[in-house]
């Protein structure tokens, strides 16, 4: 009888998965900055492709995956981008946008050999910059939210388990091809009478094969969520925001997944606020300074006022009172002495605006400053909001739970 001997197969760097890449890069890409000076922030930092590479390279460090002739060979090296490693690092990074996790800024692709793939010329990575992708975003997110919810030992599919179907969301009868994103809302037939088309009588399913249901959406609830990117989010020794940011990627995967008919959008607010996509809320950083809660609250009111639901409202994650303004010409008025007149005066202004919209406002607080405790609890009173103590280890899960408990029972609450 013949003998077979079965070697041991060895994995290299090139077969590292791009999904498990982007975990291994997960707290390095969506870092708050916290380990930067806080008194002078710098809200685009991370975002060069220098900086993939050193990311990629470090997570691979971490995890002792780069053989020693390799890194010895890089530390050798004038630069260690030229070494075999620096190469690998290159191709890893052109996996991730071949994936659709990243994708180089102003249209061009990721180098991949040295030089640019589209122009020819070499880049500098310490210029060029990067982006992650909304499927990047995603993902990340869907990591959180199985983190968080699996640390309590719920179920990974939603936070509380349902009977019903979300009044979102009804089919149509009409097929299509499912593409990233869509609702699992599976037509079998049609998906196996694909799969037989495509294979004959090797029924094998392939992502091509996937056929759903097309849904006609109707919005029951719409959210914004604002984030406080002041820098006292980083400013105590403590970081506030990456937690706070975590929590936003796990809700919009939370809403994407068990509740596909609301809709969920995003604000900063420091110095000034502006709305931001989910993928550039992924690699959002601490800075500028100050608490302009007044222009965040008029950036959400604009854009719930664009939604038609049943239920509105601002999930407002922050950690101190309002201490800024927007001025008309363009200036930022600021007192971070006290409960500031004018400060305040402008920021109620909003909160009734959002009263009068039917809007409700639930805070999450990461400190328990008298200020902010005090201002809180007026905007809870005037908007039948819930205000929550919380703290950047709980603050996932406590927000999760607050979405879920506010989406069955459509109403306000009081002071946790």
């Not at 004038?78 to 191709?91: E, N």
């Not at 699996?150 to 009977?163: E, M, N, S």
């Not at 809320?281 to 809660?293: D, S």
Request: net charge negative; hydrophobic share 40%; aromatic share 6%.
């Amino acid at each position: 009888m013949p003998t077979i001997r079965y070697a041991k197969y060895e994995a290299t760097l090139q077969d590292l998965d791009a999904a498990d890449l982007m975990q291994m890069l997960q707290d390095r890409l969506t870092g708050s900055g916290f380990d930067q000076d806080p008194f002078d922030p710098d809200p685009e930092a991370g975002t060069t492709m220098e900086d993939l590479y050193e990311a990629i390279a470090q997570a691979l460090h971490d995890r002792d995956l780069i053989p020693d002739e390799m890194l010895e060979e890089a530390f050798d090296a004038d630069d260690w981008m030229d070494s075999a490693l620096g190469r690998t690092v290159r191709d890893l990074a052109g996996k991730l946008e071949a994936a659709g996790f990243v994708r180089a800024e102003q249209g061009r692709r990721l180098q991949t050999d040295g030089g640019d793939a589209e122009a020819g010329e070499p880049d500098d990575p310490g210029e060029q910059r990067f982006a992650l992708t909304d499927a990047a975003a995603d993902l990340l997110g869907q990591r959180t939210f199985e983190h968080l919810v699996g640390g309590r030992g719920g179920d990974p599919g939603g936070v509380h388990r349902t009977r019903r179907t979300d009044a979102g969301v009804e089919t149509t009868g009409a097929s299509r091809p499912w593409s990233y994103g869509d609702a699992m809302h599976l037509d079998v037939a049609e998906t196996f009478k694909s799969a037989l088309l495509r294979g004959g009588s090797d029924l094998t399913l392939e992502d091509g094969d996937l056929q759903v249901l097309e849904t006609d959406r109707r919005t029951t609830a719409a959210t914004v969520v604002m984030l406080d990117v002041s820098h006292s989010m980083i400013l105590y020794g403590e970081d506030r925001f990456t937690p706070a940011k975590q929590v936003a990627l796990a809700l919009a995967h939370l809403i994407r997944t068990r509740y596909p008919g609301d809709v969920v959008k995003f604000v900063l607010f420091h110095d000034h606020a502006e709305e931001v996509s989910l993928a550039k809320l992924t690699t959002a950083r601490v800075g500028p300074y100050h608490t302009n809660t007044a222009g965040g609250l008029e950036v959400a009111r604009r854009l719930l006022k664009r939604e038609r639901a049943a239920i509105k409202q601002i999930v407002m994650i922050t950690d101190g009172k309002p201490t800024a303004l927007s001025m008309p010409d363009g200036r930022v008025y600021v007192n971070a002495m006290g409960l500031d007149p004018l400060v305040m005066g402008r920021t109620l202004r909003e909160v009734a605006g959002c009263r009068r919209d039917g809007v409700v406002i639930n805070t999450f607080m990461l400190a328990r400053d008298p200020e902010l405790v005090a201002f809180v609890r007026r905007v809870s009173d005037m908007t039948r909001g819930r205000a929550t103590f919380t703290t950047p280890h709980t603050i996932g899960e406590t927000v999760l739970r607050d979405y879920e408990r506010g989406r069955a029972q459509g109403g306000g609450g009081t002071l946790n």
